[in-house]
């Protein structure tokens, strides 16, 4: 009997993750080649201007993950460069961070026509590229921002109310939860938590917390 692998046993395949930063660059500009083709989902592919697969150095302190490429995404190829990308610019800043040292990415590497929320399908399609690039980058935290990022990585029902504040884990690496900058624009007064939760955030982290 011949088996022929399936579509998806890419994803099975066993973790094979080079320790070496360097390799694992180059591991990660073939995991983005390879989402730069994807068609899994029919409807995002056709709708696309083009993937939207992450920016950032290996190895990074902190990795923070959105849900999906927005319309400023989808036309510049890089997640969190439209308004609420700005506001986690101002995020980033007053952690004491620069957006260079951090990984950004997005839970979906396409953008769902008129921002709709992914469809299930969606989200299992997209999971293994999110899992190797994870794997990949390999940073130390995770921050989800939003309920849809942060059910899709800590695979919940349960939503952002519940979630922020504290820390989760994935495959053994600290997540912490808390709003989406585009939910902070709409509802400042959350600005507020959003703090608190950056604050829990680099207490674990060991890093200094600004204006404490
Ligand atoms: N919202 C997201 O969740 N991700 C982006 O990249 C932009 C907006
Ligand atoms: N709902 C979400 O999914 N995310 C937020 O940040 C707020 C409400």
């Known amino acids: 009997v011949i088996t022929v692998p399936e579509v998806g046993s890419l994803f099975d395949a066993p973790a094979d993750v080079p320790d070496s930063a360097d ?10 080649t390879q989402v730069k083709g994807c068609d899994r989902c029919p409807e995002l592919f056709s709708t ?10 290996v190895s990074p302190e902190l990795c923070f993950v959105g849900e999906a490429p927005g319309a400023d995404e989808d036309r510049l190829g890089e997640p969190f ?12 800043a007053a952690m004491g961070l620069t957006r260079d040292e951090v990984y950004i990415c997005n ?11 992914p469809k299930p399908d969606e989200t299992a399609n997209c999971r293994g ?30 939503g952002i109310m519940k979630l922020r504040g504290r820390f989760h884990e994935y495959k053994g ?4 939860c808390t ?34």
């Open 107 to 117: 839970t979906l590497k396409c953008r769902p026509p008129k921002n709709r929320d």
């Open 48 to 57: 696309r201007t083009q993937t939207v697969f992450g920016v950032g150095p």
């Open 179 to 212: 709003f989406h900058p585009a939910a902070l624009l709409r509802n400042p007064d959350w600005k507020r938590d959003t703090w608190e939760d950056m604050k829990t955030l680099l207490r674990r982290m060991g890093r200094p917390v600004p204006g404490k």
């Open 81 to 92: 460069v439209g308004a609420a990308g700005q506001l986690l610019n101002k995020i980033i």
């Open 129 to 158: 590229y999110f899992e190797r690039q994870v794997e990949l980058v390999r940073p130390k935290f995770l921050c989800c921002l939003g309920g849809v990022a942060a059910k899709s990585v800590l695979n919940t029902t349960s």
């Open 173 to 176: 690496i600290p997540v912490m």
């Open 23 to 32: 390799a694992r660059r180059r591991e990660l500009a073939v995991l983005a």
